[in-house]
């Protein structure tokens, strides 16, 4: 009988070993589930204006490769370190996820740094408001570019969600000044949160910028091109000079020119055709994956048109194609021989760009402006 009570004491202890040993395992589960490091050079707390966490949206596939957008080049100018959270496809909750942001928060902090901004793309800026909300938070600033967490329109019944879950938190968020951006034609945006976002931030006194759907922008990715950190970039710097000082709207104005063709890699010698209201002429802005895009379209006869398509660089090279094709309705379908551009004018400067492969799959889509 002693034999068999000490068997099972020794049994329990056994168990309590293994429960306690998986308790530990999960709770360190966050710091095992993300890698944090410098995105761009660093200075240091000594000299840098502060420090910014970039932090990506979810990986479909595996674990993440994230690009940094340029628009954080224009931050690293500016005087801030740049650092990314890279969160592993394995442990990319919500809750674990803004742990893992807030734990990296305080490092900086108790390392020196004046300021920490939690900047965000779709889920990296959900769970930058997730994080704000903690009693403890050591961020002085929030920017979320197409926050998003809830799923894809027509291919999740919650995609819903990105708005109704996503006002909870903006009024949980402690009042630091927030920099928000929403895109035209984001599959993940169900509409109206810029709006209600404003109330929001309003209602609470809170000093905010909010940018809603801004014209030669769209799609999901519309933050992480080139085109965007040249418009905006001046914008982001002026609201994290400005946290100080902050106490209500932030007008974040645009200031780049529509003209700039850096980003671009053209044919040599090309010139932009003379302005008009018409299709010839040269369009810019982005696909919805945040590529910038330029179409010019140089010649229109009898429903015959020529035109050279280009696209910046993102983790690649910039290139061109140069493209012929003819108008389909009011739609001018551009054939290459691994790819397809159409392009519809919406409006008197503004139209609406699609890209594909010849066999229809891979689609793109994106808005352009004329440029003048």
Same mark, same amino acid.
């Given at each position: 009988?002693?034999?068999?009570?000490?068997m099972k004491a020794l049994s329990a202890i056994k168990f309590l070993l293994i429960l306690l040993a998986f308790l530990a395992g999960f709770?360190?589960?966050?710091?095992?589930?993300?890698? /944090?490091?410098? !995105? %761009?050079? #660093?200075?240091?707390?000594?000299?840098?204006?502060?420090?910014? #966490?970039?932090?990506?949206? +979810?990986?479909?596939?595996?674990?993440?490769?994230?690009?940094?957008?340029?628009?954080?080049?224009?931050?690293?100018?500016? !005087?801030?370190?740049?650092?990314?959270?890279?969160?592993?496809?394995? =442990?990319?909750?919500?809750?674990?996820?803004?742990?893992?942001?807030?734990?990296?928060?305080?490092? %900086?902090?108790?390392?020196?740094?004046?300021q920490v901004v939690t900047a965000g793309q779709s889920f990296g800026g959900w769970i930058s408001f997730i994080a704000t909300a903690d009693?403890?938070?050591?961020?002085?600033? %929030?920017?979320? *570019?197409?926050?998003?967490?809830?799923?894809?329109?027509?291919?999740?019944?919650?995609?819903?969600?990105?708005?109704?879950?996503?006002?909870?938190?903006?009024?949980?968020?402690?009042?630091?000044?927030?920099?928000?951006?929403?895109?035209?034609?984001?599959?993940?945006?169900?509409?109206?949160?810029?709006?209600?976002?404003?109330? &929001?931030?309003?209602?609470?006194?809170?000093?905010? =910028?909010?940018?809603?759907?801004?014209?030669?922008?769209?799609?999901?990715?519309?933050?992480?091109?080139? &085109? /965007?950190?040249?418009?905006?970039?001046?914008c982001l710097v002026s609201f994290l000079g400005a946290l100080s000082s902050l106490k209500g709207p932030f007008d974040c104005q645009t200031?780049?020119?529509? @003209?700039?063709?850096? *980003? /671009?890699?053209?044919?040599?010698?090309?010139?932009?055709?003379?302005?008009?209201? !018409?299709?010839?002429?040269?369009?810019?802005?982005?696909?919805?994956? $945040?590529?910038?895009? +330029?179409?010019?379209?140089?010649? +229109?006869?009898?429903?015959?048109?020529?035109?050279?398509?280009?696209?910046?660089?993102? $983790?690649?090279?910039? $290139?061109?194609?140069?493209?012929?094709?003819?108008?389909?309705?009011?739609? %001018?379908? +551009?054939?290459? *021989?691994?790819? #397809?551009?159409? /392009?519809?004018? @919406?409006?008197?400067?503004?139209?609406? &760009?699609?890209?594909?492969?010849?066999?229809?799959?891979?689609?793109?889509?994106?808005?352009?402006?004329?440029?003048?």
């Amino acid at each position: 009988m002693r034999h068999l009570e000490g068997m099972k004491a020794l049994s329990a202890i056994k168990f309590l070993l293994i429960l306690l040993a998986f308790l530990a395992g999960f709770s360190g589960r966050v710091l095992a589930d993300y890698q /944090f490091s410098p !995105g %761009l050079s #660093i200075q240091g707390p000594g000299k840098a204006k502060g420090a910014v #966490i970039w932090n990506h949206g +979810l990986a479909r596939l595996g674990d993440p490769n994230p690009i940094l957008p340029p628009y954080l080049k224009a931050l690293e100018g500016d !005087g801030w370190d740049v650092f990314k959270l890279v969160r592993l496809w394995s =442990g990319d909750k919500e809750y674990d996820s803004s742990q893992a942001l807030l734990a990296e928060g305080k490092k %900086l902090k108790d390392q020196g740094y004046r300021q920490v901004v939690t900047a965000g793309q779709s889920f990296g800026g959900w769970i930058s408001f997730i994080a704000t909300a903690d009693e403890g938070n050591p961020f002085d600033a %929030l920017i979320a *570019t197409a926050p998003a967490a809830h799923g894809e329109f027509g291919q999740s019944s919650n995609w819903q969600r990105n708005a109704g879950y996503l006002y909870p938190l903006v009024k949980g968020m402690k009042p630091i000044p927030a920099l928000v951006f929403f895109f035209a034609k984001d599959n993940y945006d169900p509409g109206g949160r810029g709006l209600e976002l404003r109330a &929001i931030f309003e209602g609470k006194n809170q000093p905010y =910028g909010l940018v809603d759907q801004p014209s030669g922008h769209s799609g999901h990715g519309a933050a992480n091109s080139a &085109i /965007f950190a040249r418009q905006f970039g001046p914008c982001l710097v002026s609201f994290l000079g400005a946290l100080s000082s902050l106490k209500g709207p932030f007008d974040c104005q645009t200031v780049a020119s529509k @003209t700039d063709l850096s *980003t /671009f890699s053209l044919p040599a010698g090309m010139a932009q055709p003379p302005g008009g209201t !018409g299709l010839p002429g040269r369009w810019m802005g982005a696909l919805e994956n $945040g590529r910038g895009a +330029l179409l010019q379209i140089d010649e +229109l006869a009898d429903g015959v048109g020529k035109a050279v398509y280009a696209w910046s660089a993102r $983790g690649d090279k910039a $290139g061109y194609l140069q493209l012929s094709g003819r108008l389909d309705g009011d739609v %001018l379908r +551009l054939i290459g *021989t691994k790819v #397809i551009v159409e /392009f519809r004018q @919406t409006g008197e400067d503004r139209g609406d &760009i699609r890209w594909m492969r010849p066999d229809g799959s891979n689609v793109l889509s994106g808005q352009l402006e004329r440029s003048r």
